[in-house]
């Protein structure tokens, strides 16, 4: 099975309001990813976790948190939804010593009114 | 930074038309170079990559060729079906650091019956 599957589908948020994205792997990937995708812009990196250790891109430090409880989850926080985080979501796997072959799951449409 | 061009927003086609879509590169070092594609409600699936200067990449009927002396990493497909009507990302990966992808902002393949 090489299905990354990703929670909710769909999300609306406020202004303002937390935002709490859930990502899970059956590969055994060690490696977790996430990206933002808007329109007519490329997938951006946002960070990822190689086994427990979080990586985050240095201009989305502060805007995006992640946890990674066991090896199969991955999530993406937001703390307090601005307009500019609607955008599709995509989380990504991969081992370690694959780390360009990623699979992605069909992604979150977040919506941020 | 490194940065992945991609010419065509979109390109419609007719069937068993000959397809390119030119991919631009600019990178320190050696990157890797990448084609992703990604059908509706899915998320972008890994199709070939190529590592050095002359080496063609090749998946599905579709091949690119890693020009170092152009930077550029076009795709192509002699025949094209309605069924490769998808989005099409050229990426690259780091030298540096294994598992980062830039990936450029996507070409919209439509192929007309």
């Known amino acids: 099975d090489t299905t990354v599957k990703q929670n909710p589908r769909y999300k609306l948020a406020r202004v303002g309001k937390p935002v709490n994205l859930i990502c899970s792997q059956t590969?055994?990937?060690?490696?977790m990813y996430w990206y933002q995708k808007k329109p007519n812009q490329a997938p951006k990196l946002l960070l990822f976790?190689?086994?427990?250790?979080?990586?985050r891109e240095a201009d989305t430090f502060e805007k995006f948190q992640s946890s990674r409880p066991n090896n199969s989850f991955c999530s993406l926080y937001i703390g307090s939804a601005g307009l500019e985080y609607s955008a599709m979501y995509l989380c990504a796997s991969s081992p370690w010593d694959r780390g360009r072959e990623q699979y992605f799951g069909p992604g979150t449409r977040l919506t941020v009114l | 930074g490194d940065s992945v061009t991609q010419t065509e927003g979109q390109v419609a086609l007719s069937e068993e038309d000959f397809l390119t879509i030119h991919c631009n590169y600019s990178?320190?070092?050696?990157?890797?170079l990448f084609w992703y594609v990604q059908y509706p409600g899915e998320g972008p699936q890994f199709l070939f990559r190529?590592?050095?200067?002359?080496e063609k990449g090749s998946s599905r009927g579709f091949e690119a060729t890693y020009d170092k002396g152009t930077t550029s990493f076009h795709l192509r497909k002699a025949s094209v079906q309605e069924s490769d009507s998808a989005v099409y990302y050229c990426a690259l990966g780091a030298t540096q650091v294994v598992g980062q992808l830039t990936f450029g902002r996507g070409t919209r393949l439509q192929v007309y019956a």
């Open positions: 190529a590592s050095r200067d002359k």
């Open positions: 590969m055994n990937h060690d490696t």
């Open positions: 976790y190689y086994d427990k250790i979080l990586n």
């Open positions: 990178a320190s070092g050696y990157p890797a």
